[in-house]
Structures are given as structure tokens and as C-alpha cells.
């Protein structure tokens, strides 16, 4: 097990900086996220830590140790990626055994090693199989298999769930979840998908075009995003955003807002330096309103969406700004109907 420190990180391919001046602090057996939008350098960060990129500055260090000049054979990694890449030819067994054997470690040794990993991921019945005789989501467990034969100090996912049906993600997610809990092995995971970071990590590091926009625990970003953009990618369906400017409470932790015709008073402000009068943005949740025939905020539905769990409605204000509502309930909501919502100030936020 090992802690990962990342200091000053950055990277440029050409003249091009997809990672911007990275620092992150990652600790002993920590399950940690890596979430932004496709082409944010989530893998390029990755592949830094796992030796698969040079830096173009900065400093890596794996328990305690700076491996900027260590092949990745010799960072004590195993990285598992979105394509199984598994040996066509070989068995279950093999394929897990493969780099094992390279590293020429007794065929006792690697055959307990592979028998543990197999128990631990339920395929014991599978290692004589080939990957052609196997479904998508037991190759991607012969994949994580290969990694944890190896006993790494650090694992290292990059998308692994990508290429399964949603069903099997969600289950594989579940199973990666439970292998961490049972091996407590310091990992490191990307994903676009918030809510792979919200139920998997001890700790969420949201980037944005190559720079880290906040990091901490998944309920702590998802009711204090530190920016609009956190705000924004957290939580489904997405934040509501309405323009308008600050009336009061400048320099202060909670602002008055006026704009799209609503008042709100006392709100989380998020940021310093803005002024009375500056342009800002309310944020409030589409599952934070509440239907109100009282209610300041007005809105014809477009759409609703009925998921069994949950209704989602689809709606535009008089001055055609869209924002959503998101119900447990089933509710008798029908397109062309206008709706009035009351929110608590207390779970609002001005950007
Ligand atoms: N080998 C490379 N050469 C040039 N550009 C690259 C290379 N690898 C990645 N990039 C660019 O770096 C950016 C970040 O890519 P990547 O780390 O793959 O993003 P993500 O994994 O978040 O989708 C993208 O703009 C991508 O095009
Ligand atoms: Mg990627």
C-alpha cells in the first residue's frame, strides 16, 4: 500500500498543456476519482502517474519515493483500461498468469496468485476458459484480475466500466467497490461518469481542460461546489442556473439575488471578490424544488419523464430560461402545464 503525491504536474503534447500545474495529495489505501468531461487529460494524468507519459514538469511520488525516472514496471502500479486487450490464445489462467511469468516468479507462486485473484472475483470456474468463451463483463474481470496478481501498491483504472451494457456496469462497479473495500489497495479511477465518482470514491478530483477544479469527498462537492462548474457536472439531472445580480451581501458567505424575476436572500455565495450589483448566477437543484402554488418560480412543462424512481419535468420560464424538476413521486405533471416552485434558500448557491 502507498500513499501518491503529485506536485507542480504538468504536461504539454507540442505546444499543447492538457495538464496544468497539478498538485493532489492521495493517501494509503484511499479509493480516489479522477471525473471531468471527455478530454479534460483524465487518462494523460494517469498515464503520468503510471509512467506511460514523461513530464514536462513536476514531481511524482509513490510511498515516499519520486519516480519520475522509473519505468512503469518499477512503480509498484497495475493499471487496468477501458479495452480488456486479453491474450485471444490464452486461457483465463494465462492471461492472468502472463506477466507473472515474465517476472519469472515460480509456477507455485503464480498459481496461488491466480487462484486467489479468481476466488476473490468468483471466475474460479472460468480460468480454462479462452476470452472468445466469456461475456464483456467477465473479460473486464480477467483484466482486473491481471492487476491484482501482481499485488500492486497502487491500482490504476482508466474507464473500465465503459464498454458494458448499464446494467453490468453498475454490478461491475459494485464488485470493483467491494474489492477495494476487501484488498484496501490505494486506487486511482477515471471516469466522465458523475455518478461512478459519486458511489465509488473516498474522494473526487473534478478537472477541467487539464487544471483541477476541486477536490474532496463526494457529498462534500455535491452540497459545496466550489464553482459553477462542479455545480454543474455533480448531480442528475443538472443544477438550474438562473442570471441575475448581486443585491447584497458582498464580501459576506450568503447573497441576496434578484433576476428571472426571483428574489433570494441569505444564499451561499461561493467565490470572493464579487461586488453589489456584479452579474451572478443562482444554482439550485432540479430535486431541491418544491411545488408551491405560492412559489416565486414559474414554469411551462416541456417534457416529463417518468423513470419509475423518479419524474423529471422539463420547463421554461415566461422570459424562456429552462430549468428541470426532479420528483420521487409520480406526479400528474402533463406537457403545456405551468407549475409554480418555492425552493429553501439554504440549499441555493450564487456563483
Ligand atoms: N499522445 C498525445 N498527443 C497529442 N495530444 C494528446 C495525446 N494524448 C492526449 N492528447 C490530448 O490531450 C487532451 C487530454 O486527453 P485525455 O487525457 O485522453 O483526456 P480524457 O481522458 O479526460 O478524455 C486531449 O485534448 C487529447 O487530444
Ligand atoms: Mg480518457
Known amino acids: 500500500m502507498a500513499q501518491v503525491e ?82 485471444p490464445h490464452m486461457t483465463v489462467f494465462h492471461n492472468m498468469a502472463f506477466s507473472l511469468d515474465l517476472q519469472g516468479i515460480s509456477k507455485a507462486e503464480i498459481h496461488n496468485r491466480v487462484e486467489a485473484a479468481a476466488k476473490i472475483l468468483q471466475m474460479e470456474h472460468l480460468l480454462d476458459r479462452r476470452p472468445a468463451a466469456l461475456s464483456g463483463g467477465q473479460r473486464q474481470r480477467v483484466a482486473i484480475g491481471r492487476a491484482i496478481v501482481r499485488n500492486p501498491d497502487v491500482f490504476l483504472f482508466d474507464e473500465p466500466l ?40 473516498d474522494k473526487i478530483v473534478v478537472l477541467k481542460d487539464g487544471e483541477v477544479m476541486q477536490v474532496g469527498a463526494p457529498m462534500e462537492l455535491f452540497n459545496y461546489p466550489a464553482n459553477e462548474f462542479v455545480a454543474g457536472f455533480l448531480g442528475s439531472p443538472k443544477m438550474n442556473f438562473f442570471d441575475g445580480v448581486l443585491t447584497g451581501g458582498a464580501g459576506s458567505n450568503t447573497g441576496k439575488f ?67 424538476f426532479a420528483s420521487p413521486e409520480s406526479l400528474d405533471i402533463t406537457r403545456g402545464q405551468t407549475v409554480s416552485f418555492s425552493f429553501d434558500e439554504s440549499n441555493a448557491h450564487l456563483f
Open 162 to 201: 465503459s464498454n458494458l451494457d448499464a446494467a453490468l456496469r453498475h454490478d461491475t462497479r459494485v464488485e470493483i467497490s467491494k474489492l477495494h473495500n476487501q484488498l484496501g489497495a490505494t486506487t486511482i479511477y477515471v471516469t466522465h461518469d458523475q455518478v461512478e465518482a459519486m458511489t465509488l470514491a
Open 6 to 87: 503529485l506536485k507542480g504536474v504538468n504536461k504539454s503534447f507540442g505546444n499543447v498543456k492538457v495538464i496544468r500545474d497539478v498538485a493532489l495529495q492521495i493517501d494509503d489505501g484511499e479509493f480516489v476519482v479522477f471525473v471531468g468531461p471527455s478530454g479534460c487529460g483524465k487518462s494523460t494524468l494517469l498515464r503520468l502517474i503510471a509512467g506511460l507519459e514523461n513530464l514536462t514538469s513536476g514531481e511524482i511520488s509513490i510511498a515516499d519515493r519520486p519516480v519520475m525516472d522509473l519505468p512503469p514496471s518499477k512503480r509498484g502500479i497495475a493499471m487496468v483500461f477501458q479495452s480488456y486487450a486479453l491474450y
Open 258 to 324: 434578484k433576476g428571472e424575476g426571483l428574489t433570494a436572500n441569505g444564499v451561499r455565495l461561493v467565490g470572493d471578490g464579487k461586488t453589489e450589483g456584479a452579474a451572478i448566477r443562482l444554482g439550485i437543484r432540479p430535486q431541491h424544488l418544491v411545488i408551491d402554488p405560492d412559489g416565486q418560480l414559474q414554469g411551462t412543462a416541456t417534457l416529463v419523464e417518468n423513470l419509475g424512481t423518479e419524474t423529471v419535468v422539463e420547463l421554461v420560464t415566461e422570459s424562456d430560461v429552462s430549468f428541470r
